[in-house]
């Protein structure tokens, strides 16, 4: 069965929605650990599924653009897309404090999700030295996640719900 097309409206919104991503990144980019793609991503992964993935796709380009390409560049290949992926898996929860928790739980995880690409790159001495160097950052990652989704969780949900009723 052939998949339905976006219309220019959806694709139009898509690019708004990268967009966001990466001017809210870079808004708080001068604050550790806090960056609100992750609660971002899950919530188009809940509400806009259709469009999640060319959000990210355009969040993930204008990285690229923004600060060129690099070993980081391969995970933010992937892992994005994972975590869209997770929400996509648990989309009938609808718990603040869960979705705070699995937002967490992926900022904990974050640096560990690029130690493949390492891995590959440095071998096994050099794949976990960078993971644990990166702990610290991965700790402050895990507890804004948590935060920022805690609190963002219902009204944004909403917003998104709402957004998505207009397609």
């Known amino acids: 069965m052939p998949r339905p097309r976006l219309s220019a409206r959806q694709i139009v919104l898509g690019g708004l929605m990268g967009a966001l991503l990466v001017v809210c990144k870079e808004v708080l980019a001068p ?42 560049s391969w995970g933010y290949l992937y892992i994005w897309l994972l975590l869209y992926l997770g929400a996509r898996v648990l989309r009938r929860m609808d718990s603040a404090l869960g979705w705070a928790v699995f937002a967490g739980a992926f900022g904990l995880c974050f640096g560990a999700l690029f130690t493949p690409i390492y891995l590959v790159v440095q071998g096994p001495g050099g794949a976990l030295a960078w993971w644990l160097a990166g702990i610290p950052a991965d700790v402050a990652h895990c507890a804004a996640n948590f935060g920022v989704m805690l609190l963002l969780y219902r009204p944004l949900r909403t917003l998104f719900a709402r957004l998505s009723a207009t397609l």
């Not at 604050?31 to 060319?54: F, N, Q």
């Not at 380009?61 to 060129?68: I, M, R």
Request: no cysteine; hydrophobic share 60%; aromatic share 16%.
């Open 31 to 72: 604050v550790p650990g806090i960056e609100p793609v992750t609660p971002l991503v899950i919530l188009y992964a809940l509400e806009l599924p259709a469009l999640g993935p060319w959000a990210i796709a355009v969040f993930v380009t204008l990285q690229f653009l923004l600060y060129g390409f690099g070993l980081w």
